[in-house]
């Protein structure tokens, strides 16, 4: 970390452009996956593959019924959110999980190899739902949590969302991410011109709290734990405040990953989409806009 810090510390200063380069490379890594996964006892599932342009993408299936995706989030993978798919099908759902582009199973994304971006994922998940069906809910995890909400501009229309430890504002971070490799604005700028470049999309659109409405949110629930290294939980107090319908649920010593093993937030991710289900079943003729 000494000699990257002194090589983009020279950069900043003399070579702005290249140090834009290699920032970028490095913000859109994948890093590899950290967490532990302990599905407990699973039924089989449908394993399937969906193309996103010349890229395949790769999920399973289970059950019937109103469809709940799970979308992980960077450098993450569908198996992760396995301890969600037991309580859904019990709750009477069809559950449905995929590995984004360079992540898992699936192909490389089109940035290359162990390479990611937020509206890759978000066509990833709006070719999933193209096969699967519009969802019920999406349960979704830190970067994945962006990338929905991309899929949500583009046509996906869930009734309920669940967001867990969600990234909402991208830009503090590469303030964050510049200061930790050792440049200023310089080569910050120029990286943020580059990515938005790329994915042909400003960042400002990126912005979860300026950008609600854009959309017709539906309701949402927000669970994050302000002790969490990865994603800001002021990122959770932001969007709950500009989303009509939100709920912020405050967790302690749950971090970024046990999160999405804990028992407590697995049930009341499960209860918050579910109740829309039991309403429909009491009143089948009864349907909304």
């Known amino acids: 970390m000494t000699a990257i810090r002194t090589a983009f510390w020279t950069m900043e200063r003399v070579a702005p452009d290249l140090g834009a380069r290699f920032a970028e490379r490095l913000w859109l890594g994948v890093p590899p996956y950290r967490g532990r996964t302990r599905p407990?006892?699973?039924?089989?599932?449908d394993e399937f593959t969906v193309r996103v342009k010349d890229r395949t993408v790769a999920g399973t299936a289970w059950g019937t019924g109103p469809?709940?995706?799970l979308v992980h989030g960077r450098g993450g993978v569908a198996s992760q959110l396995h301890p969600f798919v037991a309580p859904l099908l019990a709750a009477g759902h069809r559950v449905v999980t995929f590995d984004a582009l360079s992540h898992g199973a699936s192909d490389p994304g089109f940035a290359g190899p162990r390479l990611f971006t937020i509206p890759e994922m978000a066509s990833a998940l709006a070719a999933v739902v193209a096969v699967?069906?519009?969802?019920?809910a999406v349960i979704a995890h830190s970067l994945g949590c962006a990338s929905t909400f991309f899929a949500l501009r583009g046509g996906v229309r869930p009734s309920r969302l669940v967001f867990l430890a969600p990234l909402t504002q991208p830009t503090p971070y590469t303030m964050v991410f510049a200061a930790t490799l050792g440049f200023g604005d310089r080569i910050r700028t120029r990286m943020m011109a580059r990515?938005?470049?790329?994915?042909?999309t400003p960042w400002d659109d990126f912005d979860m709290p300026t950008q609600v409405t854009r959309i017709t949110p539906p309701p949402l629930l927000t669970v994050h734990d302000?002790?969490?290294?990865?994603t800001r939980y002021a990122d959770s107090v932001a969007i709950t405040r500009a989303w009509p319908d939100s709920e912020l649920v405050t967790v302690d010593n749950l971090g970024h990953w046990r999160l999405l093993r804990d028992q407590d937030t697995i049930a009341r991710a499960v209860d918050f989409v579910t109740v829309p289900v039991v309403k429909e079943r009491?009143?089948?003729?009864?349907r909304t806009a």
């Open 132 to 136: 699967h069906g519009q969802p019920h």
């Open 226 to 230: 302000p002790a969490d290294r990865e």
């Open 40 to 45: 407990g006892v699973l039924p089989r599932g």
């Open 67 to 69: 469809v709940v995706y």
């Open 282 to 286: 009491q009143q089948p003729n009864q």
């Open 195 to 200: 990515v938005a470049a790329r994915v042909a």
